[in-house]
């Protein structure tokens, strides 16, 4: 065994020099995306986004959801970003993106979208795939619904468009949207504590070892700035905007029939299994993969999800 392992050792590249001198039949076909981090100024607000892959690929947007950031793309870009064109921005209030105060600031989904647009413009981006999750659905859907011609396709991840998804955890939301009083405001300031933010990454979640706890320590922080309850409070009250806009929604769909990947964790009770399944209402064609997770899916199904994105992506675009 000494013997054998000796062997091992003294042929074995100790350089990388030695390495280099390899011929490319000997040498692993390793790529590894280089991921870029960015800021660029939009109407006075730093906005940042992570950017991987060849300039001229494919694009795809990526649209992170509440209480996190592009942090929840992390582990997918690399999968992606030899092939296409990743771009994952920060919202401004979350991730590392400016969070401009509320006096100065409107925290609307329509501001929002309005913001994302600006920032394809800048980085000259004209036609993109979206995947949307949670938040990111109502802000690609009203990017959709202002320039249909740019959408070349869709992934869908825990994201709604149909009112069958609106469960009971939305009650005291919605009972929010119909009275703004303080009191219901500050009903809902349970939603950007620890608990509920841990507990949006492991609900429903089969190997919570798989879950990461940097993800809710991280977002926490996060949440946890100065002025932020109060503009993620804003958020939950004007998510209720987005509701009238389904019907336009879904009519985007039905027109325009994008290619459509849906990937949802059965087990999410804020974005529940029922808001999955309308989509093929107007999108007969999509393709539907229910998975055993949560909400951020992501965390624990990545070695499921990232091959049916590739291959969705490799056979679309």
Known sequence: ?????????????????????QR??????LVVPVIHYKKVNIDGVNVFYREAGPADAPVLLLLHGFPTSSHMFRNLIPLLADRYHVIAPDY????????PDRSGFEYTFANLATLIEKLTVVLEVTRYSMYVMDYGAPIGYRLALKHPERVQALIVQNGNAYTEGLAAFWDPIKAYWADKSLAKREALAHLVTLDLTKFQYTD???DISRISPDNWVVDQALLDRPGNREIQ???FGDYGSNVPLYPDFQA???QYQ???????GKNDVIFPEPGAHPYLRDLPAAEL??????????????DVMAPLIRDFLDRTL
């Open 289 to 302: 993969h229910i998975l055993d997770s949560g909400h951020f899916a992501l965390e624990d199904k990545l």
């Open 204 to 206: 429903g979640v089969g």
């Open 24 to 29: 490319p039949s000997e040498r692993h076909a």
């Open 92 to 99: 401004p209030g979350y991730g590392q993106s400016d969070a």
């Open 258 to 264: 994008p290619p459509t990947l849906i990937v949802w």
């Open 252 to 254: 985007f769909f039905r």
């Open 1 to 21: 065994m000494i013997p054998d392992l000796l062997e091992k050792t003294v042929n074995r590249p100790d350089s990388i020099d030695q390495i280099e001198r």
């Open 233 to 235: 409070l804003d958020l």
